[in-house]
DNA sequence: ACCCAGGTGTGCAATAGTGGACAGAACTCA
DNA sequence: TGAGTTCTGTCCACTATTGCACACCTGGGT
C-alpha cells in the first residue's frame, strides 16, 4: 500500500509533526491513547451492535470483518491484515459498530482510543497523511470487490478471492504459497454464495490443475484463466 | 453526513488552518489549483482508463460512478450528490482511473488539481478534517452496497436501492418525493441484474402500493416492507 | 484407540435470475 | 407534427444458484 499523499508532486518529503515518530511504528508501542491487544484463533474482537469508541490497527495475523442479517446469515465484509485498521468509523460518528470482528488467526492489534486518534488526526500531519493514505485503498479495495459482486459470477468471484488472498499481482510475493487457514464456510460468506457452491467449484479447480490442496489451499497463478474466459 | 471528527472529545472546536475557509465555500470559489465546470445530463466527466491527476467535488447536481466489463457490461458502483467528492484515488497514487463518470443531471462540479489537493490537506487541518470525514461515510456507504449484495436478493437491492435514493431515513427529508430520472436499465446495473427483473419488481410494488409514478417514481415509506420480510 | 467437532464431497428438487426478443408508450427536437 | 430515440411491459427457454441432506474425513484431545 503506497504510504504516503502527494504532496507539491513530491512523495514523503514533510517534516514530521509533533508526534515525530513513523505512524507504523508509534502504533507498535504501549502509551497514552493506546494499547497491545492479543487474540486467539476465532477470538471475538468486537461485537456488531456495540457501542463504538476504538479505532483498532492490526500489528500482526489477520482479522475477519463480518455482519449478520436479520434472518442469521453471515457475510464477510473483509479480511484484513498487518497493516489495515478497523472500527475507523467512530471517528467521524459515535455510534455503534456496524460489523463484527473477530481473530481469524492468532494476532496481535492495537487498540486505540477515539479522541487520542482524533487528536492525532488533528495534529501530526504524518500520522493523519497515514491514516487518509490507507483509507483511499482500503475504500478502493472495497469498491473493487463491490463491483466484482456486481458483475461477476459466482465462479470468478471464487477465483479472485483465492488470487487476492495468494498476493496474486504483488510485487515481492513468491506467489504460488499456500494459503493460511480458509474454511469453504468462510469463502462461501466472503464472495456471497453457498458452500456446495465453494466445495464444487473447489475441485473444478483442482482438476483443472488451478489449485493444490498442500495441507492448505494452494493457489497456482493460472487461475487467473477463470476470470479471463470472457 | 456529519461533518467534523472527534477531537479531544468536542466535535469542531478547532481553529481555521492557513487556508481559513469552510471547505465547502473554499471550493465553491475557481481559484488556484481549481476549477469550476458544468456538464449536461449524459456528458461524460471522466473516463476509465485514462490517467487520473485530478479529483472532482460536486456542486450541485448529481454524478453516475460505473466500470465497464471486458465483456461490455456496465455496472453502476455510485450516484452521487452535491458535497460528494469522486476520483480522490489519485491522491495516493498516480494511476489511471478505476471508472468512468458521468453527469445524471445537470451539474456543477469543481475539478482539483492533485497537487493542491495534496498541499491543501497537509496545510489545512479544516480541510484536511472535512476530507476525512467524507471518505469514512463514503466508505461505510460502499460498505453497506456490498453487504446487501452480499446477501440479499435482487428483489430486496431493488427496494434498498429506492429507498435509499429518496432519502429514507434520513432527517429534514420529507421522503414520499418523486426521484430525480433513473432509468429502469440504470437501476438494474447499480444493483447487478437485468432489466427485465427491474420492470418485473416495480410493477409488484406498484401493485402493492409501495411506489408510484408521478412523472418520475415516487417512493413510499411502506416500502421498506419488502426489506422486512423474512 | 476412541470420540467429537469442524470441515468436505456429492446429489437433487425447487427457485431465482439471465438474456433475448418484441410491441407499445413516452420523451425529444427539428 | 412526425420521425427518431429511449424507456417500459411482458414473455419464455435456459442456466445458475439455493437449501438441504447425508456420508465421509481428519485432527486433537483424553
Given at each position: 500500500m503506497g504510504n504516503g499523499l502527494i504532496v507539491s508532486g513530491k512523495k514523503s518529503r514533510m517534516r514530521r509533526?509533533?508526534?515525530g515518530m513513523d505512524p507504523a511504528n508509534l502504533l507498535a508501542t504501549d502509551g497514552k491513547g493506546r494499547k497491545i491487544m492479543h487474540f486467539r484463533r476465532r477470538q471475538l474482537i468486537l461485537s456488531q451492535g456495540d457501542p463504538a469508541q476504538y479505532v483498532y490497527y492490526i500489528e500482526q495475523g489477520s482479522v475477519k470483518l463480518s455482519v449478520t442479517s436479520k434472518s442469521g446469515r453471515e457475510a464477510v465484509v473483509g479480511l484484513l491484515g498487518?497493516?489495515?485498521?478497523?472500527?475507523?468509523r467512530c471517528l467521524a460518528d459515535a455510534r455503534s459498530n456496524t460489523y463484527s470482528a473477530s481473530a481469524a488467526t492468532d494476532c496481535r492489534v492495537v487498540r486505540i482510543d477515539n479522541r487520542w486518534m482524533g487528536q492525532m488526526l488533528y495534529r501530526d500531519r504524518v500520522f493523519s497523511d497515514f491514516f487518509t493514505s490507507y483509507l483511499l485503498a482500503r475504500k478502493a479495495r472495497v469498491e473493487a470487490d463491490l463491483v466484482d459482486q456486481l458483475f461477476n459470477s459466482s465462479e470468478k468471484r471464487l477465483a479472485r478471492a483465492l488470487l487476492v488472498m495468494a498476493g496474486y499481482?504483488?510485487?515481492g510475493k513468491p506467489s504460488e504459497e499456500v494459503l493460511p487457514k480458509v474454511s469453504q464456510e468462510m469463502l462461501a460468506s466472503m464472495i456471497g454464495t453457498t458452500r456446495s457452491r465453494v466445495s464444487h467449484f473447489m475441485?473444478?479447480?483442482r482438476k483443472l490443475g488451478y489449485v493444490r490442496y498442500n495441507g492448505g489451499i494452494q493457489v497456482r497463478n493460472s487461475l487467473v484463466n477463470i476470470l479471463l474466459h470472457e
Open positions: 509533526g509533533r508526534g498487518a497493516g489495515d485498521f478497523f472500527g475507523e499481482g504483488k510485487a475441485n473444478k479447480f
